[in-house]
């Protein structure tokens, strides 16, 4: 039985949030992957798509998520299914920033409208 302690969890950050990987086909041999992604207030991801669906799960703070061009607004229990191929933009709360869990299958692919597909390191 495979098991990622904590202190081996992988961490990345990019402009707009930080990312802990705590399972992945490269982090305990996991066919999805399972990661925690953290906003700092007013905060906002680029327009991006997956080649996969994606399950988002609020656990603190909120967000505003744009999903193929209709806002939807999240906070702390709320789970949000992205369906593949289409945009999405994540944008935390103004005054309290956000963290949620997401998983979605290993191996997934994410491009931007100015990006060829690529495999994010949290997914990896």
Known sequence: ???????????????????TTFASPTLGG???A???VEMVPGASGPLHWFDVEQVWTVL?????????GEPVTVGPGDTVVM?????????????A?????VT????????????????PPWIA
């Open 1 to 19: 039985m495979p098991v990622v302690r904590h202190a081996d969890a992988r961490r990345s950050s990019t402009p707009n949030a930080t990312t």
């Open 30 to 32: 996991a066919r999805v």
């Open 34 to 36: 399972l990661w925690r």
């Open 60 to 68: 603190t703070g909120s967000a505003r998520i744009e999903l193929d």
């Open 83 to 95: 369906p593949p191929q289409l945009p999405r933009r994540v944008h935390a709360d103004p005054e």
């Open 97 to 101: 920033g956000f963290s949620a869990m």
């Open 104 to 119: 979605a299958p290993g191996g997934a692919l994410a491009a931007t409208p100015d990006s060829d597909p690529v495999l």
